[in-house]
């Protein structure tokens, strides 16, 4: 055999044992990354670390040989040994990557330049080495991989690169309207974003975040497990965007893109199971789409000051909405969405940073609405009349962030960060004075001519137009190595509030829904609640009221935290860390209704054992505890007075031009004006009462094991490896709705009946006994215990378990590639935060855990469920000038529900109408996932790039085609079964949202 490769190879496994002996912490969501390295020991020795952007440390070698440099800024660096003050070695061109360590050895053997693979710098005749200083399960995506993949220009979209990570229900978008990402089986209001270190969080909700302008992204690490007790606020996943930065030298550049829509396919119709057509949807293709950025970077004064801007303009132009058979209108809207990003760098002194970011990313719609006549044929339909125009809005976020790095000693490291974001919800409506008609396919044909009347009401439910966020985030972070020891403490304090948030139904603040029902069969069979039969044909309609607000409601989110990277051997890494989160909500008078202020300890242990000391096969594992917090949204339904009612008529005609019922006749219920499932009526309660004096906050515990192995086949060099993941969600947060047994379990207390009942819900912890404060007629409180067995309901349950696999090609200089598969089975009877199978966006307050109604046979395959995911993608550099570039995801389907009213007898005991686990009039159990699955997906993007020889390949002509194969497949359908009692709904299994139909993207790019 060739003894040369095994000679040099253990000459770097001797290199490698020492160096990772002190790999200086970077934490999971940070934006630096860090050095470490060994050097022959000698007197007089230290190695000075120099960036493009003026960055030099200079840091002594300890007695082992060993180095290390944490919190530097990303970009490319030299490394030079250095003795007695002159340069006797140098490695350069090592780039870093975010949250991890890249380590530079200095042996005799060493080359010239360092070759960066993957997260380690390792000698150009190594394997590709693999990151064994980290413990976490991580994707990082770099510019220069961006500029190379397929992708569409959104941080949710670059996300799904990473194992585990898929788009979720389309129901849910981001204030700027992306839609969001489950990781590993949570919710998609389960995750946390960052920019440069700071939390952009959406503080209302918790969907999304604000994110860069794509061309201002340096690199975005995905984060899908095992993070360090520095962060928390996630029990789903992380997306963690770290800006560009000026270097030493100008550079300008600018680029367009266009989608025009001769290269669009045309999107399918939506038809009913029975064949009808429901949406006509070959019409909505005439948008065309473009988009451009300009940049610019370099320094303001050498080697100390230096920036970095980034515009970005995307429009949509001329596009088309054509709505379903019961909506009746079709919309002709634009979008306009302006985002920019600015970074100024100032080292102050080689051991004092000061950086400053500023960033801001929105999205404009504008449209006009029009009467849309499909007629009683199954083609397409005619425009008709100009109904006004469309709600306009305006919603988005800006930030800005100072943030000091000193490095005090060799041996201590601080970071402080400071931050504020005001995100922005406005919107000015259109339409008319007019009554909103929902469900207008409920008509009796018999007064609408078999054609569904929707009236010139154009807007939904109405939100405030001054609706805004505040969120201020400041961080502290010590870090101190001491022997085999780098210990980091801190604190991570987040405030945030929210105002004049709420919403109002359209025109006169109320609107008209339509039903049919079996004629004999009561509507609802709630107690206090009840509402009798329609009798006649079975037709009915409701007078719906939904009016929620506050003027201003506050979270505040308080942590601390300490971790120890001990270096147990030169093969054995350990990670000990413990976080505390506190979190208080306040209600609209500044009261708190949640207060999770006793230590909510959040352990962290992750190992890494590099088991042949040559960074060539990692064995890892962690376990940690994740703590969520509950987003200011909470406070509308929970703890501020929101009004929820609904009055029962049946009807003797339908006015033509507004679709408003007609001869309106009293249906007899429990309750008049309207009846309300909850006891929604407009009455604020009491804070003290709102939530279980008990309640704990909510956290998933997490357990991952895996294995990376870098090895040599076919003559290339490879890295594979397998990782188990299981979570389990234990302890949720959610509001209980059963205020009859409250009721009679007060009274069975001693407590007074309508006192015990409250507002009606509880926010509790489901699954766990309450304690819930009652009011007393002598003033004060009494403590009323509910155990869970009476609400007979239940234990909490959700799981997820995966095995992820890969096999990775790093790049050569010509080509690379990764390819994934992922079996995965994520189950319970609770998805989480929201609700994807019905869009409930209550996060946190969603029907799970109402009553015991819709919890009965709720156990079964979760909505983000994807048994088997396949992801590919890479690119090839055919020449100098060429380059060619593929991604290509296969995910099988989720699960379908069939929601309807309970059981055969058809009872809707709870007022919640078809919301329980049955299906059809039969009222067959249907626990999620038995009533089958949404289809397969294979969607399949390329991409083509030339940069000419002549222009310096400088400049850049570009083509993307996604989607190549035009596959639409349905990825959520309609789930509830029953448009009334005893009634199938034509609805049921309709689409609603479809994959993207395919388009092709042309770019020119200069670089200069």
Known sequence: MNRGATLRRTALAAAVAAGVALASPVFAQSSTGSIFGTAPVAAGETVLIQSDSGVSREVSIDANGRY????????????????????VETRSNVTLVVGAGTQVSFVAAASDDAKSLGAVTVMANALPAIDVSQVDSRTVITSEQLAKLPLQRSAEAIATLAPGVNTGSGYFTS???QVLNSFGGSSIAENAYYINGFNTSDPLHNFGGLTLPYGAVDQEQVLTGGYGAAYGRSDGGVINQVGKRGTNDWHFGG???MQP??????????????????????????QSTYTYDAYFGGPLIKDKLYVFGAVEGYQQQNGVNVGTVANGTAKTYSYSDPKWYAKVDWNITDNNILELTGASNKTEYNGNTYAYNYGTGNGKGSWGSYLGPDTETKNGADLWIAK?????????????????????????VGGSDASRIIDAQYQNPAYNGGVPIVGPQTSGSVANPDAHDHTTNYRLDINYKIGSHSITAGIDNLNVSSYDIGNIEP????????????PNTPISTAAGAGVGAPGGDGYYVDKYIYTTGAAVVHVKQRAQFIEDQWQVNDRVLLSLGLRNDQFTNYNPDSVPYIRLSKPNWAPRIGVSWDVYGDSSLKVYGNAGRYYLDEPTNVAIR???????????????????????????????????????ADKEYGQPPDPKTVTSSNVKAEYQDEYIAGVDKAFEMFGEKWTAGAKATYRVLRNDLDDICDYPTFGAVGVSQGFDEAAAEGSGCYVMNPGRTADINVPLATGGYGTMVVPWSALGMPSLLRKYVALDTYLEHPFDGKWYAKIMYTWSHNYGNTEGSVRSDIGQQDVSQTEDWDNKGVMTYANGDQANDRRHQIKAYGYYQVTPEWLVGANVQILSGTPIVCLGYFGPQQADDYNYGASYHFCGPNGTPAAPGSTGRTPWTELVSLNAEYRP?????????????????????????????ESGPGQASTLYKVPLFYTTPRYVQFGVSYDF
């Open 68 to 87: 290390s440099a944490a919190s530097l800024p990303l970009g490319t660096y030299k490394v030079s040994l250095k003795k007695d003050g002159n340069v």
């Open 175 to 177: 204030s700027t309207g």
């Open 255 to 257: 680029q367009v893109l």
């Open 261 to 286: 829509s001769w290269a669009q396919s045309n999107p399918d119709n939506y038809y009913l199971t029975n064949g009808q057509l429901y949406r006509y949807r070959q019409d909505n293709n005439n």
């Open 404 to 428: 000091y790095t000193g490095y005090i000693t060799d041996s201590l490291t601080v970071d402080a960060l400071y931050g504020k974001m005001h995100q922005i919800s406005y919107s000015n």
């Open 507 to 518: 025109g006169p603040g109320y609107s008209w829904e339509y039903g049919q029902g079996d």
């Open 638 to 676: 929970a703890a501020a007075g929101s009004t929820y009612t609904r009055q029962y008529f049946t009807y003797t005609g339908i006015d033509p031009a507004t679709g408003a019922p007609t001869g309106l006749a009293q249906i007899p219920q429990d309750i008049y004006p309207g009846v309300s």
């Open 949 to 977: 020889d002549w222009a310096q390949h400088k400049l850049a002509f570009s083509v993307q085609v996604y989607n190549l194969f035009d596959q639409q497949r349905a990825t959520e359908l309609y789930g509830t079964s």
